[in-house]
């Protein structure tokens, strides 16, 4: 399975400069247990994921590296988004080799919380994703859930983090 989606979900992750607050909870390095799934009728399969957020303060940019696996595979990640000051935008971009490639990704972000929505055609098989995506943070701990973006009563992805 590619994870597509809690790939392109994690990027997000990079893209938190709402509050310095919420900003620097997002910070370090992060474990997270959970599902997620390939295509709106796919199964949910298990996954496990390791993080590591840093924050440059001075650009208001959080960048994204990290590793996911799911039964027999593991997957390369990364992203960089960045806010502007007075501003609940973010944007940037997100890389999965193994999926959707280098893609960009933008959304708002306000006191924990930064959504998104994205659209991208997978490399390897020519599939349309699209998603919406939401992070939440409080007192260290990181959950990101997800839905598909033309019925948004499908969840494609839900996994809490930790430090």
Known sequence: MRVIELMTALAVLAATPATADS??????????????RETPQGPQETLRCRIT???????LTLTLKGLCAVPGRRIDIGGRLSGTQGSTQVSGRWSNPDGIGSVPVSGLQRDGLVAFTFAATEIATGRDLAQNVEWRVSEGELRLRSTDRADPTIHMSDISFSR
């Open 23 to 36: 900003l620097s909870q997002m910070g370090g390095t992060w474990q997270g247990t959970g599902w997620a």
């Open 53 to 59: 957020n840093t924050y440059d303060a001075a650009t």
